[in-house]
Each structure stands twice: as structure tokens, then as C-alpha cells.
């Protein structure tokens, strides 16, 4: 049954404007021991819409303590316990764009927390408190749609944690505070009765429904209620069974940033990971238990692997993939919405000298998927290539084909008060070093995306992808064999590449993509020898398309003299990379930062060692991109040369 959301809108006949995005309504903020007193901002509101904030202490052993607006801020459940409402621990308050503290163990110094906020939504999460009466009966909610899990708490009393999931009989129940497997209990906890768009039932269970003592229940939905057609998931809540191999792939149609689940038919702890925290395509995952107060534990790779449509448990263990085995699980979708602006998909942050190592932490204003960084100055360093999707323990080279590990673990992790992400390039990575250039952007439907793969050789393979749109620049590296990067450029061309990054040789014919178009979801691949899809391979892939005033993938034709290239932008470009295509040439990369002037222009380029170039006058500002100037080498601007760009507004 559609929600009271999706009629009101097909009855309009528009989705209008204010259809809810994964951004409006869920969260996951981590923050360390730099973050102090400041409130935390999320973007979700909190404070009209209500919701539920979940903590959780990463370094230490500490409990998982939940608030919601139903409650108040004076009152926290733990999930790892029986305990009924505390006060030990208080919230400062609910604000519209996420919450404050008021002190006490949820901002500790010195210390690493994440805090996951669920708004209330139709089709998402909705909460409701009860008294309950002994009595086999209906609550009302307002989810708008069945909710699909269900968890209740005695907020008087010390009770379990009672967990409903669609993926069981309504005679059955979870326990979120243990690692029971799920019991079957009859008509005691549900009233065998399946919940519907309206209600929820109960038995006559103390635990859900004793006399005179009082719950709250936290629903969550899984209805295609979001995005700008009021048409898409955010969320999937559902089961799996486990293989007792590697590659169990759980296709949720999206690309999740938080999963939680739970062996159900075995013993096992509840686990939630999420990407701000080093959840990777590689398996690599950050796990926190619910039923625990264990501090944060690391996976090796290939544990659980994120992918571009779900999640791939491996091995065998009871944890995850015991072969047999029934898991339930939720799942939420990573950011879905179309930027307005270039700054908030991309910034350049650049620095002299560093000082202060404890604070020498680039703030970019969001959450960082790709970042290029080097130094300015020095002529025998390459620029480095990191991406979220891939974690903190690997980099690419833009000078070179290796692979390798990076020395630093925090490269992504925090978020400060200002909801910026900071991206650490100095502790453990540059150290002392002066000079720091750093380009930043952040995945974004219709502008970037990230995929992580393993070729297989086979010609007309494909990988999904969640750009949304065709892509029209595709930067391809091995990420398993020292092999160089490689692109494709619609404005080139499907008959044509363009080596990448640390190459200069020119055009070469020959299709990456077999001939085939990409499309809105998928690529293409060819067979194995393109440096694309060689068997047993992993590979990334980096993806850009043009978004009308945010980005341009484009080309032009040099004249020699000085040249115009219209991006369509308002304000001029912040970031140009410029390749020559048609004989051979270097990589060049500008920006703002540095300087995009009227005057010398400073300039790196990508493909070699070399530090910075800054007595030349070769870009111009533009309002509508950028102009190359008559002054500009053949690199840049030979009479008919031809040439390829990326520019970000």
C-alpha cells in the first residue's frame, strides 16, 4: 500500500519540492577528542520532526546510549543492558539541524565517538511510547507504511530489548541486548499478528506489555518513498543466508552507508558498520555492537565488502556467513542528492607550512570520497590519490602505476562542529612537511561517484555504478598490479582512450568499453589487456559527468591565441585539469586556491614529480569557465591541438 506521503504527491501531480532525501533524515557523525562542547551539526531536524540520536563510544569500552525526542534529553536507554530510562547522562538539546550536549561521557576528550541520528519519516522511522495493560491489543503509529523491524524497550523496568523483523514469523523475536538466535514465543510478544501501515500488536507479555508499565518502540520502514521522484529506497530491511565462502552478495538495489545485522537462526552479536568509519569495497570494517560495550574492532579484508548495489559477506564465521545460517539485517543508502553548487561537492585547501601537527587538519564543509593531495614545493614527490571507498590504507600515485599502503589510519575519519569533515593529511602522513596542496571532493548523483571491482577478463562484463547519469569521464586504475591509469572521454570518443594520469602519450584507438555507451547505472567493460578488466584484478574507477553549473567535462580546439572555453558556469572554475590529446602532453592542474587570476597562474602537473610552476600567465579567469591564454604553451593551447578538460565551478 503506497504511503499517505506518495498519494498526497501522485494526487498533485508533482513530487514537488519537498520530498525527503537520505541527507534530511539520517546521519552518521564522528567526532574526536578536538570537538568539544560545540553542538553537533547533521542537517537532520531534530527538533521538529523528532528522532532518535544513538551513541557510541569507538576507543573504549563504553556503553551504547540512546536518546529520542520522545523522551526528552534527560532520559537514555542502553542498548547493551536491561536498564530501564537513566539520567546518569544528558543531552543539552534537539535542534533543527542536529543536537548539543550538555556534558558527560558523550564528549569525552581524548576520545573517538560516532553518534547515528534517525529522523522521524514517513516510510522511514517513526517512535511511539505506550503504557502498556496486559491486554493483547493495537498501537498506533505514524510510519505511513508496515513497518519492517521493531524495537521495544521498557522505559520503567528491566526488561530485554524486543526486536520485531519482517523477515521472521510474527510469532518470533529478536533481542537486541543479547546474542540469543531468535526465539519463538507464540502469541506473547506480538499477539501472532503482522504489523501493519497503521498498527503494531501485542501480547500480553511484560516485556512488551506489562500493566501499568510504560515503552517506547522505535519503528523503521523500507518504503521507495525518497528522492526527487518520490520513488527510491533509503532503505532495506530484509535477510540473507549465509554461503560459508567468500562472495555472498546481498543485492539491496543501492549503495548502503550504515548495515546492521544479526545471525537469527545462530548465536551471534549484533553488528553495525558504517562508511564514515572504514567500511570499504575491500571488506575492511570498523564494527560496533549493539549487545556490547566493546570498544570499536577492526576486520582484516574481506569481511564484509560494500559495493555499488549492497554488501558481500565472506568467510565462514557465525558472525556474518556460517554456511546455513539465517542473518536479518537493515540498511540505509548513502547520499542521494544532486548538488546545487560546486562547494559542496569540491574544495582546494592548500597550506605554507604546517606548525601545529595536532591541529594541521584540513576542514573541506563535507564528507570527503576523493582526495588529491601533494606539496607544492618539492620536485621529487608525486601527488597522492586516496578515495573513502578503498579506506585509509591505501593510496595511488598520479606519477606512477604502483600500489601502495598508506601510513596514515585517520585520513577520512572526523567530523568537526561545523559539520565539515576534516581531512587529515598531516599526522602520520606529511608530517612537518610545508607546502600541502590538497584537492577534495565529495560523491554526488550526476557529478562523481566511486566503484570498486575485480576484472574477470570477459568482454561485455559490467559494473554498476550510482551516478545517476551517463558518465562522460572514466579514470581507471589497477588496484591490485602496478599497472598505469587509463581513461575513457565521451568527448573522445567509445573507439578512443586517453592514458591517465602518469602518462603523456597521446590518443590511442581502441574501445574500454566494448563498444558500448555507459549508461545511467552500468559500464561496460572490455576483455582482459585494457588495464579495465584483466581476470583477478581489482580495479578503481572514478566517474564525472557534467551537472549544469557545477562541473564540465568538455574539450576544445586550440587556436594559438587566446581562447575562451565556456563551461556554462557563473562565477568561473575553481578546479581545471587540463591533457592534450591529439601528440603527446602533460597533465595540468589549477586552481583557485592558488590562483586563477588575471596575472601568474601557479600550476602543478600530475603526471610528474615536478613542484610547482608559478611565474606563468597561461589561465585566465572567466565567468562562464575559463580562458586560455595566447601566452599558453602547446600543452595548453597549440593552433588545432586538441584537448580534453575537467573544470568544477
Known amino acids: ?378 620536485s621529487t614527490l608525486t601527488k597522492y590519490v586516496l578515495d573513502r571507498l578503498r579506506g585509509n590504507g591505501a593510496y595511488l600515485s598520479t606519477a606512477g602505476s604502483s600500489v601502495s599502503a598508506a601510513p596514515n589510519s585517520n585520513t577520512f575519519m572526523f567530523n568537526n562542529g561545523d559539520a565539515s569533515t576534516v581531512v587529515d593529511l598531516y599526522n602520520g602522513w606529511w608530517g612537518s612537511a610545508s607546502g600541502i596542496i590538497s584537492w577534495s571532493f565529495k560523491r554526488a548523483p550526476k557529478f562523481m561517484d566511486t566503484i570498486c571491482y575485480t576484472g574477470n577478463g570477459t568482454a561485455g562484463a559490467t559494473q554498476a555504478h550510482n551516478l545517476q547519469v551517463a558518465p562522460e569521464l572514466i579514470m581507471f586504475k589497477s588496484t591490485s598490479s602496478n599497472t598505469g591509469w587509463i581513461s575513457y572521454w565521451s568527448t573522445l570518443g567509445l573507439g578512443y582512450y586517453l592514458l591517465g594520469f602518469d602518462s603523456t602519450t597521446a590518443i590511442g584507438t581502441g574501445s574500454l568499453l566494448n563498444n558500448t555507451a555507459p549508461t545511467a547505472s552500468i559500464i561496460t567493460l572490455s576483455t582482459q589487456g585494457w588495464n579495465t578488466n584483466n581476470n583477478g584484478d581489482g580495479y578503481v574507477a572514478y566517474l564525472f559527468a557534467t551537472l549544469a553549473g557545477v562541473s564540465k567535462v568538455g574539450s576544445y580546439t586550440g587556436t594559438g591565441a587566446t581562447l575562451d572555453v565556456d563551461c556554462g558556469f557563473s562565477n568561473g572554475a575553481r578546479l581545471i585539469i587540463i591533457r592534450r590529446t591529439d601528440v603527446a602532453g602533460d597533465w595540468f592542474i589549477y586552481d583557485s586556491v592558488r590562483g586563477i587570476v588575471s596575472g601568474n597562474d601557479p600550476y602543478l602537473i600530475l603526471n610528474t614529480t615536478a613542484a610547482e610552476v608559478t611565474n606563468t600567465d597561461y589561465i585566465d579567469p572567466l565567468s562562464s569557465g575559463f580562458t586560455v591564454t595566447s601566452s599558453a604553451p602547446v600543452g595548453l593551447n597549440a593552433s588545432s591541438g586538441n584537448y580534453v578538460f575537467l573544470a568544477i565551478a
Not at 3 to 11: C, E, F, M, R, T
Not at 100 to 129: M, P, Q
Not at 219 to 247: H, P, R
Open 1 to 378: 500500500m503506497p504511503s499517505n506521503k506518495k498519494l498526497l504527491q501522485a494526487a498533485a501531480g508533482s513530487a514537488g519540492d519537498d520530498n525527503l532525501f537520505v541527507e534530511d533524515v539520517f546521519s552518521t557523525y564522528v567526532y574526536g577528542s578536538t570537538h568539544g562542547t560545540s553542538p553537533i551539526v547533521n542537517g537532520i531536524n531534530l527538533a521538529d520532526e523528532g528522532g532518535l540520536v544513538w551513541f557510541k563510544h569507538r576507543t573504549a569500552t563504553y556503553s551504547n546510549i540512546l536518546f529520542d525526542t520522545e523522551r526528552g534529553t534527560s532520559n537514555h536507554l542502553v542498548s547493551n543492558t536491561t536498564a530501564g530510562n537513566a539520567t546518569s547522562i544528558g543531552l543539552g538539546s534537539f535542534n533543527t539541524d542536529g543536537f548539543s550536549f550538555s556534558g558527560g561521557n558523550l564528549n569525552v576528550n581524548s576520545a573517538s565517538h560516532v553518534a547515528w541520528s534517525f529522523r522521524k519519516a514517513e516510510g522511514f522511522c517513526d517512535i511511539v511510547t505506550y503504557t502498556g495493560n496486559d491486554t493483547a491489543r493495537t498501537i498506533a503509529h505514524n510510519l505511513g507504511s508496515v513497518p519492517k523491524m521493531i524495537i521495544v524497550k521498557s522505559t520503567s523496568d528491566t526488561y530485554n530489548w524486543y526486536v520485531y523483523h519482517a523477515s521472521l514469523t510474527n510469532q518470533q523475536n529478536l533481542t537486541l541486548d543479547t546474542s540469543n538466535p531468535a526465539g519463538n514465543s507464540g502469541a506473547e510478544y506480538w499477539n501472532s499478528t503482522t504489523a501493519t501501515s497503521s498498527v503494531f500488536s501485542l501480547g500480553t507479555y511484560f516485556g512488551v506489555n506489562g500493566n501499568n508499565k510504560t515503552y517506547v518502540a522505535y519503528l523503521f520502514g523500507d518504503d521507495a518513498v525518497f528522492g526527487e521522484d518520490a520513488d527510491e529506497q533509503i532503505c532495506k530491511i530484509g535477510s540473507y543466508t549465509g554461503t560459508g565462502s567468500n562472495g555472498n552478495t546481498i543485492t539491496l538495489g543501492f549503495e548502503p552507508q550504515w548495515l546492521m545485522w544479526k545471525p537469527s537462526s545462530g548465536t551471534g552479536d549484533w553488528q553495525i558498520v558504517d562508511s564514515m568509519r572504514e567500511w570499504t569495497a575491500d571488506g575492511v570494517a570498523n564494527r560496533l555492537e549493539p549487545n556490547n560495550s566493546d570498544a570499536e574492532a577492526l576486520t582484516g579484508s574481506t569481511y564484509c565488502n560494500l559495493t555499488s548495489t549492497g554488501f558481500v559477506q565472506n568467510g565462514s564465521s557465525g558472525s556474518n556467513n556460517a554456511s546455513g545460517t539465517t542473518y536479518i539485517y537493515m540498511a540505509i543508502r548513502r547520499p542521494m542528492k544532486v548538488p546545487e553548487a560546486g562547494t559542496e561537492v569540491f574544495i582546494t585547501n592548500a597550506t605554507s607550512g604546517v606548525t601545529n601537527l595536532s591541529a594541521g587538519q584540513f576542514v573541506t564543509g563535507f564528507p570527503v570520497d576523493l582526495n588529491i593531495n601533494g606539496q607544492r614545493t618539492n
